[in-house]
């Protein structure tokens, strides 16, 4: 049988079916990972280690200069992994998006952001689904992996390999298997977290378990890419809403004179009917504040309200105006303005053990402060610079020398010295973990 060129119509060239691969010998062989982001490069890596070749696919030639410095954010044994293989006899590093016929697998992981306005920017998956399917060949798996719309895998997989002469589930197989990564937690690594997959039809979801299986503990399949892709959705949406309500409780603890901190750590003594989640000064990184918006995004083109859901996004994305509204009433209280105060953050990447600036609170609240005439710096051990419009802001190398009016506490990253805030007089902190220092606010 001969394999159609990428953009060749398939219709005619097939006199057969390609049957039923068997699952372990498919699993075995080479894999290819569209996106090299926080989720497309550990997963490359498990699959080395799992013994795949590994083909990674990524459209940003920075990107895998990048990789094959090893200047990129990961684990440290996710580091060893890389340094390993980095050899290039069973990993190969390419944009040209032809490699992807050499695969009997290919994986899709690129992100799924959401605009200014909360309105899903499917541009990079669309991208990486239409060139997925312009190289496939008969045999192949296809793996959607990036959280988006119930009903994605079958837009812009399924009914574009169709349009080529390819039957899913006979000449190709498709599923949705919904990314699990936590970025810089070691303890919730991918060979520690079971995986969810939906296939296309029983040989899809077969082949895609047996390949999963691979680089996790467990696989649990259901029925459908839908069922996958709304799992994904409820796991975050279930965070958001937590969270959306952590914020608020301890904004009504500070009103009754207490610390919230103790009480949930009382709470989550019950061992049935709670689970513990911590306020903070907003939340950031490429899930929570983004995922829930697609099945909001969804749901309003169907005319279908979800009042709880959408109010938990929107005390979300105004959690870091209520940040900036504290500075101003603990400034106030000395008898100071906004404008003019020199304000430090520490820490601003979006959560601690990363370097990752996307969708970080600390950005919106840098950017309301200096809006109000306020002189912001910052101190953060992994982000060493950051773009506030035309300007460019560095990490204060001696922080403790400064003579700031206020600090605000935002993100703490492990082995970060803070004993020098136990002298001064204006600590806000937003993290709600330093009750040790006298002069600390909460918000």
């Given at each position: 049988m001969r394999f159609p060129t990428p953009t060749e119509p398939v219709d005619g060239i097939l006199s057969s079916r390609v049957g039923s691969p068997d699952p372990e010998?498919?699993?075995?062989?080479?894999?290819?990972?569209?996106?090299?982001?926080?989720?497309g490069l550990p997963t490359a890596l498990a699959l080395l280690a799992a013994?795949?070749?590994?083909?990674?696919?990524?459209?940003?030639?920075?990107?895998?200069?990048?990789?094959?410095?090893?200047?990129?954010?990961l684990l440290p044994s996710d580091h060893e992994r890389l340094a390993e293989h980095l050899d290039g006899r069973i990993l190969t590093l390419t944009d040209d998006p032809a490699e992807l016929a050499r695969a009997a697998t290919v994986i899709i992981c690129v992100p799924t952001p959401v605009d200014r306005h909360q309105v899903p920017d499917l541009t990079a998956m669309a991208g990486a689904c239409a060139t997925a399917v312009a190289h496939a060949v008969p045999g192949q798996l296809l793996v959607l992996t990036s959280t988006t719309y119930v009903g994605t895998t079958g837009d812009l997989?399924?009914?574009?390999?169709?349009?080529?002469?390819?039957?899913?589930?006979?000449?190709?197989?498709?599923?949705?298997?919904?990314?699990?990564?936590?970025?810089?937690?070691?303890?919730?690594?991918?060979?520690?977290?079971?995986?969810?997959?939906g296939g296309a039809g029983a040989l899809s979801a077969g082949l895609a378990a047996a390949v999963l299986r691979r680089t996790a503990p467990s696989v649990h399949e259901l029925s459908s890419p839908e069922d996958a892709e709304m799992t994904k959705l409820w796991e975050n949406t279930f965070r958001a809403v937590n969270i959306a309500l952590a914020n608020e409780f301890a904004e009504d603890c500070r009103g009754l004179g207490?610390?919230?901190?103790?009480?949930?750590?009382?709470?989550?003594?019950?061992?049935?009917?709670?689970m513990p989640f911590y306020p903070g000064p907003g939340v950031g990184g490429h899930c929570i504040p983004c995922d829930p918006h697609y099945l909001l995004w969804q749901l309003r083109a169907k005319r279908i309200s979800s009042p709880l859901i959408d109010a938990a996004m929107t005390a979300i994305a105004t959690r870091p105006r209520k940040v900036v509204g504290r500075v101003r009433e603990l400034l106030s209280e000395r008898s100071l303005s906004v404008s003019g105060a020199r304000i430090l953050v520490i820490g601003v990447a979006y959560k601690p053990g990363v370097a990752d600036l996307r969708e970080s609170p600390a950005l919106e609240i840098i950017e309301e402060l200096a809006a109000e005439g306020a002189k912001v710096g910052f101190v953060d051990a992994l982000v060493p610079s950051l773009r506030l419009g035309d300007e460019v802001l560095r990490s204060e190398s001696a922080p403790e020398r400064g003579d700031w009016d206020l600090v605000l506490v935002h993100t703490v990253h492990a082995g970060t010295d803070l004993g020098w805030l136990a002298d001064h007089s204006n600590v806000l902190d937003a993290t709600y973990r330093l009750d040790s220092f006298p002069a600390r606010a909460i918000l």
């Amino acid at each position: 049988m001969r394999f159609p060129t990428p953009t060749e119509p398939v219709d005619g060239i097939l006199s057969s079916r390609v049957g039923s691969p068997d699952p372990e010998r498919h699993a075995q062989a080479t894999v290819a990972v569209v996106g090299l982001g926080y989720v497309g490069l550990p997963t490359a890596l498990a699959l080395l280690a799992a013994g795949n070749e590994v083909i990674g696919l990524d459209v940003s030639s920075a990107r895998l200069e990048a990789i094959r410095r090893r200047e990129v954010d990961l684990l440290p044994s996710d580091h060893e992994r890389l340094a390993e293989h980095l050899d290039g006899r069973i990993l190969t590093l390419t944009d040209d998006p032809a490699e992807l016929a050499r695969a009997a697998t290919v994986i899709i992981c690129v992100p799924t952001p959401v605009d200014r306005h909360q309105v899903p920017d499917l541009t990079a998956m669309a991208g990486a689904c239409a060139t997925a399917v312009a190289h496939a060949v008969p045999g192949q798996l296809l793996v959607l992996t990036s959280t988006t719309y119930v009903g994605t895998t079958g837009d812009l997989l399924v009914k574009p390999l169709a349009a080529r002469g390819l039957v899913v589930g006979e000449d190709v197989f498709v599923a949705f298997s919904p990314e699990r990564i936590d970025p810089g937690n070691a303890h919730h690594t991918q060979d520690s977290t079971p995986r969810v997959v939906g296939g296309a039809g029983a040989l899809s979801a077969g082949l895609a378990a047996a390949v999963l299986r691979r680089t996790a503990p467990s696989v649990h399949e259901l029925s459908s890419p839908e069922d996958a892709e709304m799992t994904k959705l409820w796991e975050n949406t279930f965070r958001a809403v937590n969270i959306a309500l952590a914020n608020e409780f301890a904004e009504d603890c500070r009103g009754l004179g207490l610390d919230p901190l103790p009480i949930i750590g009382a709470a989550a003594t019950k061992p049935y009917g709670f689970m513990p989640f911590y306020p903070g000064p907003g939340v950031g990184g490429h899930c929570i504040p983004c995922d829930p918006h697609y099945l909001l995004w969804q749901l309003r083109a169907k005319r279908i309200s979800s009042p709880l859901i959408d109010a938990a996004m929107t005390a979300i994305a105004t959690r870091p105006r209520k940040v900036v509204g504290r500075v101003r009433e603990l400034l106030s209280e000395r008898s100071l303005s906004v404008s003019g105060a020199r304000i430090l953050v520490i820490g601003v990447a979006y959560k601690p053990g990363v370097a990752d600036l996307r969708e970080s609170p600390a950005l919106e609240i840098i950017e309301e402060l200096a809006a109000e005439g306020a002189k912001v710096g910052f101190v953060d051990a992994l982000v060493p610079s950051l773009r506030l419009g035309d300007e460019v802001l560095r990490s204060e190398s001696a922080p403790e020398r400064g003579d700031w009016d206020l600090v605000l506490v935002h993100t703490v990253h492990a082995g970060t010295d803070l004993g020098w805030l136990a002298d001064h007089s204006n600590v806000l902190d937003a993290t709600y973990r330093l009750d040790s220092f006298p002069a600390r606010a909460i918000l």
